[in-house]
């Protein structure tokens, strides 16, 4: 009746914005991501036949922002019928500011839910599952450099090279630790109603997605970064151009990502992605992981940097 999971966030290459079925939360593309090794969510979840509702904490603090959300997540897993739920969550890194807190949060939500409700689901179930709360949360449970493909059925995810294979290291940036101002689920809708650019955007992301995964395959760090930082200024492009704009980025962004370009001018193996969020996260190779991490905190308006390897998907921790 009680079980603990724990995953880490992901960051995506070839980015998901936009959705094709909202009320199944399909994405309209397909992604690419690196699923992280240091920043973890843990979740527990009990389930209680005399517990009238549900509850969840957050690093021990009662949290009600996330827990409609959750709630339904766990409808889905277990069905509607079960028991309330009490949730525990711990998180190691800022949650709801661009560092992708709610897949770590929905992937290890799912996990855990699973194993308490005694439910055998296979692992591309529990990526359906995860996905249908959150569509980044399907990554996280997959370790490494994982492909997340849109299907007539729905979404199938799958790991094209695990963490150990290519061990790059990303830092992040961070430009603001408050939330952001509208999260992901209603931008995306925002900017695929109103963004002239939202159907190229679409268009366009199966050759991205080719290119990413044949860098991949060959372990092609500049293939990957020109494909990679191509494909999140088009997504930011997108936001920009939606009514009202979307536009996350500060000044701080700004400066690092130039600190990144003057970076890899000077030869460093590193290029950025950023999400909905002001958050920048710069990719690297491992002997660069060092000076990636000086020159950004160095960078004006830096509040913090934060480093990762690449890890695991989503695992079960314990159970009773
Ligand atoms: C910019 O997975 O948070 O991080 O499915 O509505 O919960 P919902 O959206 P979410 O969106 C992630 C958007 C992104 C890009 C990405 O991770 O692919």
Same mark, same amino acid.
């Given at each position: 009746m009680r079980a603990t999971a724990v995953a880490q966030p992901n960051i995506a290459l070839i980015k998901y914005w936009g959705k094709r079925d909202v009320a199944r939360n399909l994405p309209a593309v397909g992604s690419l991501s690196i699923t992280l090794r240091d920043l973890t969510t843990s979740m527990q979840v009990e389930l209680d036949r005399d517990a009238t509702c549900d509850g969840l904490t957050v690093n021990g603090v009662e949290d009600s922002a996330m827990l409609p959300r959750l709630s339904q997540c766990l409808d889905r897993v277990i069905g509607p019928e079960r028991a309330h739920a009490r949730i525990e969550s711990q998180c190691n890194f800022p949650v %709801?500011?661009? !560092?992708a807190s709610s897949a770590s949060a929905f992937a290890a939500a799912t996990v855990a839910a699973a194993a308490a409700a005694g439910k055998e689901y296979d692992q591309s179930m529990l990526a359906s599952l995860a996905g249908h709360a959150s569509?980044?949360? %399907?990554?996280? !449970?997959?370790?490494g450099f994982v492909e997340l493909a849109n299907t007539d059925a729905g979404i199938e995810v799958r790991t094209l090279r695990p963490a150990a294979d290519w061990p790059l290291v990303v830092v992040i940036a961070i430009t603001e630790t408050g939330p952001k101002a509208v999260g992901s689920t209603e931008a995306m809708e925002i900017s695929r109603k109103t963004s002239p650019f939202y159907s190229s955007w679409v268009a366009q992301q199966d050759a991205d997605l080719d290119i990413a995964r044949a860098a991949v395959e060959l372990r092609d760090f500049d293939k990957l970064a020109d494909v990679a930082e191509h494909n999140c200024l088009k997504m930011h492009s997108i936001m920009w151009a939606s009514r009202p704009p979307l536009v996350y980025w500060n000044a701080a962004t700004m400066r690092c990502m130039e600190t990144v370009r003057e970076l890899r001018h000077a030869g460093c193996g590193v290029f950025f992605t950023i999400d909905a969020g002001p958050q920048v996260k710069a990719v690297c190779q491992p002997e660069d992981a060092a000076r990636v991490e000086a020159a950004l905190t160095a960078t004006t308006g830096v509040k913090d940097v934060m480093t990762s390897g690449l890890g695991d998907g989503a695992r079960l921790v314990a159970e009773r």
């Open positions: %709801a500011a661009g !560092l569509g980044s949360a %399907a990554r996280s !449970l997959y370790g």
